[in-house]
């Protein structure tokens, strides 16, 4: 591979956290942990996932507004968020029984675990009365339901759900007219039922359709306390904005995009927009200061006293965690390689949606080699499918990938680690790896 198609090539390298970096530094660990698991394997790191936690609760301290901090489960499995979230007295947000159950046997309490998505079943609306869970009722037959249920397993803690105004075709949610006979109803089942306020979720990253939506979503506080119900929480959901690539590599990758950066000329219609601004609690705070008729947002919680609730999945998880693919071998049919991985792409569950994880792959070799010249090359998984491809883009790697070799996935632990895996070719599961301690000394352990 000469030099100039890998400078031809896009560079997207990922915003480092400075656990990586010192852990990378570490030249033997990560050779350590692939020996011992013979395969691919997750690295997650629970303290940044506390920092990011800390983060958000610390916004909603400085604004003096009454809060709750639900981790959204789904973006990522592993236990080890769940006890920080419970050390750190905030919440879960689940949509399972088996995501419920998780929760509180990692020590998160009953009614600190938020219960969304769309028709629950009634198992899981069951647990949730039993437990003290707040459970966001997505629709008017369910409503009845939750009813019916809660008068032999005890009152139940609800949100309605709102279906957006602005996103009209969203699947979840109640229309204005759907809540209106809920609130009727609420009034008529309220020894059954506990209207502890409304919710809604929202697609995409933007500031202004959230606070917007709260503002709005405050109304609905007010109509139900005319009615004697006590509304004194409103939840916005998730969709914090995160940042993967710094702007200017994102800009310019965005301007000159060409088909033919990517294998097989692959087409993608979308991407994740991987350097955005503001993000995570700083995305909150702009939220909390978003003004309607000269008033914040925080402003009016605080007079109404109704507490903000969100969900935040991606955003807790940034920073907190890498994939580590083995190498398993390097073959060039043209002008750039294909680096086959020890792996399969339904990991990196992007690849899934029609787009793809564009944030540089980082080849470890096992051997550094001085004089080595970097090569191009698209990144395979171990299965017979055409379609499993970790990266279709060419992306330059330090020296050409050999067996052994380790290919470093950055910032995958939200949603692109678990997400869609599969025992595709009956490949076990890779393990998720705990990895803890300062930089002098870094202990690992399995997840539970
Ligand atoms: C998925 C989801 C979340 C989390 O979304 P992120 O984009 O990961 O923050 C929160 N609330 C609900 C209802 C969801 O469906």
Known sequence: MDLTVTAALPALPAIEPGW??????????????????????HMVHPPRFAANLRAFQDVLTRHE??????????????????????????????????????????????????????????????????????????????????????????????LLRRLPPGAPHSRFGSSDADLERALDRCVELREHLELTGFSFHLDGYAVAPRAALAHDTIEWCTRARVRGLPATAISIGGGFACRYLRDEDWAAFTRDRR?????????????????????????????????????TLAERLRTADIALLLEPGRALLIDAGFTVFPV?????????????????????????????????????????????????????????????????????????????DLLLYPNTAGYQMDKNESEFHQLPLPPKIVVTGAEARWQWRLDR
């Not at 600190?112 to 037959?141: E, S, Y």
């Not at 979308?270 to 200061?289: H, I, N, R, W």
Request: charged letters at 25%.
């Open 65 to 158: 507004v009454r809060g709750q901090v639900y981790y959204g489960k789904k973006a990522n499995k592993a236990g080890c968020w769940l006890a920080v979230a419970a050390d750190l007295d905030a919440g879960v947000d689940v949509a399972s029984e088996p995501e419920l159950v998780h929760a509180l046997a990692h020590g998160v309490r009953g009614r600190d675990i938020g219960v969304t998505g769309a028709a629950k079943t009634d198992a899981l609306l069951r647990l949730a009365a039993r437990h003290g869970c707040l459970v966001a009722i997505d629709a008017l037959d369910e409503f009845e339901r939750a009813a019916e249920i809660a008068r032999t397993a005890g009152r139940l803690r609800i």
């Open 20 to 41: 990586q970096r010192a852990l990378r530094a570490d030249r033997g660990l990560l050779f350590d942990i692939h020996h011992a698991i013979d395969g691919p394997f």
């Open 328 to 404: 398993l071998g390097f073959k060039q049919n043209a002008d750039y390689g294909i680096t086959t991985a020890h792996g399969l792409s339904m990991s990196v569950s992007e690849q899934w949606k029609g787009s793809e994880f564009l944030p540089d792959p980082v080849l470890i070799p096992r051997i550094a080699d001085p004089e080595a010249r970097p090569v191009a090359s698209c990144v395979g998984g171990a299965s017979c499918m055409e379609y499993d491809v970790l990266t279709w883009r060419k992306v330059v790697l330090s020296q050409r990938p050999r067996p052994g």
């Open 259 to 295: 088909d033919d950066w990517f294998h097989a000329g692959r087409q993608f219609e979308k991407f994740y927009p991987y350097a955005q601004d503001p993000t995570g609690a700083a995305m909150l705070d702009a939220v909390l200061t978003e003004q309607f008729r000269g008033r």
